[in-house]
């Protein structure tokens, strides 16, 4: 009996062990995401800093569409874990708007409140969460589902929120849409090049890719698909 009580206990042990280690083990992913080989964007999306991003980005300035550009980018904060989308834009948001937070300091009791670090690291955070959690530091978000709007609404919030300083617009979307890697994404959006209907997305996984104009029809797509965890769609989201 005695052995057969020190088996059940060694299993047991080595159960906890080994979980314990897969665990630490999908953290330590989690928690270095720059150790992975930067895939190559899509021929049809254009990286910043490139000639052709420098054109599309003099065409939104002539325009005036890119009134959020310099904030938001001298604000940026690149996700500092692969899940963490929603925490960097998030920060990179309030930063611009003139606070000034890490991204550790962003889970307040408020925030946790909402969804927990641990939910957060493990799982990411569908769009509802992060506009909840936006509203605890004094903001106002109010979220636009894809499924339920239309390309049209799209692109007139592109050409209002582009204009203006006084609000924000983050998108969250699926990258498979894209032909990029990976799954659903959060990022904010800094300028708009409406003649050539190329909307600069601010990638918060700068490892992986850069600040790159992608298609209108093509974001809208991505977004308009479902959020893995809660079913609901994906969309945009407009922070003041």
């Known amino acids: 009996m005695r052995r057969w009580f020190l088996g059940i206990g060694i299993g047991l042990g080595a159960l906890a062990l080994t979980g314990g280690w897969h ?11 720059g150790q992975v080989r930067p895939p190559a964007l899509p021929s049809e999306h254009i990286a910043f800093r490139t000639t052709a991003g420098n054109a599309l980005f003099a065409q939104a300035v ?37 606070d000034d937070l890490t991204q550790a ?19 990411g955070m569908p769009l509802a969460d992060l506009a909840t959690m936006l509203t605890t530091y004094d903001a106002t978000a109010k979220i636009y589902p894809a499924r339920m709007s239309s390309i049209e609404a799209f692109r007139r919030e592109l050409l209002s929120n582009a204009s203006s300083q006084s609000d924000w617009l983050i998108v969250n979307y699926d990258r498979r849409m894209l032909g990029q890697k990976g799954g659903g994404h959060i990022s904010p959006v800094s300028a708009y090049a409406a003649a050539e209907d190329k909307v600069l997305l601010l990638d918060t996984a700068a490892y992986k890719y850069p600040f790159h104009w992608i ?10 698909t479902a959020d893995s965890e809660l079913g609901t769609s994906r969309g945009w989201l407009v922070v003041r």
């Not at 005036?64 to 940026?76: E, R, T």
């Not at 929603?86 to 708007?97: D, E, I, P, Q, S």
């Not at 300091?105 to 690291?121: C, G, I, P």
């Open 23 to 33: 665990l630490g083990s999908v953290y330590w992913r989690l928690s270095n995401p």
């Open 62 to 98: 002539a325009s005036q569409a890119s009134a959020d550009h310099i904030g938001l980018v001298n604000a940026f904060q690149e996700q500092e874990k692969a899940s963490w989308c929603g925490v960097a834009t998030a920060v990179t948001v309030l930063n611009a708007r003139g």
């Open 105 to 123: 300091d962003f889970f307040t009791t408020d925030v946790q409140a909402v969804r927990s670090w641990w939910a957060t690291t493990f799982k």
């Open 215 to 224: 298609p209108v029809e093509d974001l809208y797509g991505a977004m308009a």
